[in-house]
T-cell receptor, first 117, second 111 residues
Framework: GDSVTQMEGPVTLSEEAFLTINCTYTATGYPSLFWYVQYPGEGLQLLLK?????DKGSNKGFEATYRKETTSFHLEKGSVQVSDSAVYFCALSDEGDVGTSYGKLTFGQGTILTVHP | DAGVIQSPRHEVTEMGQEVTLRCKPISGHDYLFWYRQTMMRGLELLIYFNNNVPIDDSGMPEDRFSAKMPNASFSTLKIQPSEPRDSAVYFC?????????FGSGTQLSVL
């Protein structure tokens, strides 16, 4: 079955440091890939997505590139802020239907990011 | 729009009691998903609906769990009887044409 593996956390960085959170996946076919962010006490929010190989998703300074050859979708940000402290989830969907493709997701275990001033 | 609304935010109950979690999706969204989040198993999809019809309930852990969506603006997830291992955060999410929006979740503690 499908699976998503994220780098072990937690990750602790100083403000303005470079961030990488690794994500690799196993899936049949050509899944869509997502990064979600969860702030304390809140539900998950979509951060960015990519639907085909070599696509780059980006939002709020975060980027991730869909690498089919390495089955990876690593999250990066050039300069993190204290407000980026949250839990980050990598996820995939191998559903072809547009309705379920964004909702029927397999999630990684999440990576806790803490950014200090 | 107020977003996906879940109630209650917190629920503490005793083993054996019935628990009902509620969800109001975003108006106009035609898909509704119930997820469960635990430290051990992470986020798991329990069941989802399309246009109020249950499509896939293969993630529902046991017969003690049931979900309904009587109309487009309301869904429930019921656990009867509840057990301590059901303790988790339960999220409802709704989707339309490619955007998935989560509620803030219900923190369930079964003692």
């Amino acid at each position: 079955g499908d699976s998503v593996t994220q780098m072990e956390g937690p990750v602790t960085l100083s403000e303005e440091a470079f961030l990488t959170i690794n994500c690799t996946y196993t899936a049949t076919g050509y899944p869509s890939l997502f990064w979600y962010v969860q702030y304390p006490g809140e539900g998950l929010q979509l951060l960015l997505k990519a639907t085909k190989a070599d696509d780059k998703g980006s939002n709020k300074g975060f980027e991730a590139t869909y690498r089919k050859e390495t089955t990876s979708f690593h999250l990066e940000k050039g300069s993190v802020q204290v407000s980026d402290s949250a839990v980050y989830f990598c996820a995939l969907s191998d559903e072809g239907d547009v309705g379920t493709s964004y909702g029927k997701l397999t999630f990684g275990q999440g990576t806790i990011l803490t950014v200090h001033p | 729009d107020a977003g996906v609304i879940q109630s209650p935010r917190h629920e503490v109950t005793e083993m054996g009691q019935e628990v009902t979690l509620r969800c109001k999706p975003i108006s106009g969204h035609d898909y509704l998903f119930w997820y469960r989040q635990t430290m051990m198993r992470g986020l798991e999809l329990l069941i989802y609906f399309n246009n109020n019809v249950p499509i896939d309930d293969s993630g529902m852990p046991e017969d003690r769990f049931s979900a309904k969506m009587p109309n487009a603006s309301f869904s429930t997830l019921k656990i009867q009887p509840s057990e301590p291992r059901d303790s988790a955060v339960y999220f409802c999410a709704s989707s339309f044409a490619g955007g998935l929006f989560f509620g803030s979740g219900t923190q369930l503690s079964v003692l």
